[in-house]
């Protein structure tokens, strides 16, 4: 690096010529001396290993939707990211020729990820298996999603990043307006008794999502009361019939639209899922039946954006 700014100095143009060729030939050494360094690197200690930040980031590649939403939140530039599934919120990115398409979520394009020579990659648990290879080509951050403390976790991301890219006072903003939010909704919860139920509707077939479930904060964390004491130990839910909905007899039924999510189909609505037995439940009778946002929902569910729109969802049901 010092050698080739000495170099580069001299006045001869020949000779700069030559310079520039070598020093081209390294790691983007331009690039580098024009990133602001940590007096203190920051390290990131997560379920994978430490992750050593030395430099302020100003290329990040975004290898899912909550990642995306987190960015966008703090106001950071994103240079590439996958493309596949991109929630309606987050729409402008995905058609924004200057973000390169690194892929898909469930299997982002590692070729394409190294050719865009990024300095931060953030992952979530889905790329488990390629934390390795990333984190060879840039400092890789593995985010923990999981149902335990959800909301706490999503504040946590906030503010780590808000550290990584000196947006503490942003990050910090966004976390009290959540926290407002959930507030709110606790204490609608608190004063209600009706009981309620999440299920996922994947083309014609339903599953049951309760306190256990990927969906569990909304039970365990946002106070709505379970229809249904089933034991649940699927994060990805219990395959039920229209009987079991029948039985449990929800005041609120939320039904997560899968297939419109990853068939690109229309949500669906009443007559859709209408049948003798659903029409037989509380929920039904009192048109108390909720067709939640699927991008929120189903494709993210961890980020600022996903969880205020699931947090809007929910309040939908109480009315």
Not at 15 to 25: E, P, R, Y
Not at 123 to 143: D, G, Q, R, S, V
Request: proline share 5%.
């Amino acid at each position: 690096m010092n050698l080739c700014k000495k170099i580069f100095s001299i006045s001869t143009l020949g000779i700069m010529a030559i310079v520039l060729q070598g020093c081209d030939n390294q790691s983007d050494p331009i690039q580098i001396s024009e990133k602001e360094k940590f007096i203190t690197p920051i390290t990131i200690t997560h379920e994978l290993g430490n992750t050593v930040i030395e430099y302020r980031p100003n290329r990040v590649a975004a290898l899912d939707m909550n990642e995306v939403d987190f960015l966008d939140q703090l106001e950071v530039p994103i240079a590439g990211m996958v493309k596949d599934y991109v929630p309606h919120y987050l729409s402008e990115y995905k058609v924004d020729q200057n973000i390169e398409d690194l892929g898909a979520i469930v299997q982002p394009n590692i070729e394409r990820v190294y050719m865009l020579k990024p300095d931060l990659i953030l992952m979530t648990p889905l790329h488990t298996e390629n934390y390795k290879e990333l984190a060879n080509i840039a400092p890789t951050i593995h985010f923990d999603d999981s149902i335990q403390n959800h909301i706490e976790k999503v504040e946590e991301h906030l503010i780590t990043l808000g550290q990584i890219f000196d947006k503490e006072a942003l990050a910090q903003q966004k976390v009290k307006k959540l926290q407002r939010k959930v507030q709110e909704v606790q204490k609608l919860t608190s004063t209600r008794s009706e009981k309620a139920l999440v299920v996922l509707h994947n083309n014609g077939a339903f599953r049951n999502f309760g306190p256990h479930s990927r969906y569990g904060f909304i039970f365990e964390e946002l106070g709505v009361n379970p229809a249904s004491a089933a034991a649940e130990n699927s994060l990805h839910g219990q395959p039920i019939s229209s009987e079991f909905i029948q039985q449990a007899d929800p005041d609120i039924l939320y039904i997560v639209d899968r297939t419109a999510v990853m068939e690109r189909r229309s949500k669906i609505n009443y007559d859709d899922v209408s049948n003798p037995l659903l029409r037989q439940t509380k929920a039904w009778k009192n048109h108390r039946v909720v067709f939640v946002d699927a991008d929120a929902w189903y494709i993210a569910a961890a980020s600022p954006t996903a969880i205020n729109i699931m947090l809007d969802d929910i309040t939908k049901g109480y009315r």
